[in-house]
Nanobody, 123 residues
Framework: QVQLVESGGGLVQAGGSLRLSCAAS????????MGWFRQAPGKEREFVAA????????NYADSGKGRFTISRDNAKNTMYLQMNSLKPEDTAVYYC????????????????WGQGTQVTVSS
């Protein structure tokens, strides 16, 4: 059974940084694409970033380009999202998910979601 556990969320002032982690179990982590999504109150869950199984390829939503960095450590079965220069509009619950064998931004292609971690950015 696949389990994904996000951590690292919290309250931060605008311009600050946070590093989210996603610990995975129950799968061959090094064989799968992984992704981060977020959902703000009253809004649809949206794509944030994805990373190939090797970490060699990444894909970002325009909202995070230049500010967010996705990475992974296959030896630790863990994926990360470094978020810098945070803005109030980044406030959301952030989720990690297991993707298909190709990089995609389509949340319908992702399965095995974590429970999410809250990120709140104050102005």
């Amino acid at each position: 059974q696949v389990q994904l556990v996000e951590s690292g969320g919290g309250l931060v002032q605008a311009g600050g940084s946070l590093r989210l982690s996603c610990a995975a179990s129950g799968l061959i982590f090094g064989n799968v694409v992984m992704g981060w999504f977020r959902q703000a109150p009253g809004k649809e869950r949206e794509f944030v970033a994805a990373i190939s199984w090797s970490g060699g390829y990444t894909n970002y939503a325009d909202s995070g380009k230049g500010r967010f960095t996705i990475s992974r450590d296959n030896a630790k079965n863990t994926m990360y999202l470094q978020m810098n220069s945070l803005k109030p509009e980044d406030t959301a619950v952030y989720y990690c998910a297991v993707g298909p064998p190709w990089l995609t931004q389509n949340k319908g292609d992702f399965g095995s979601w974590g429970q999410g971690t809250q990120v709140t950015v104050s102005s």
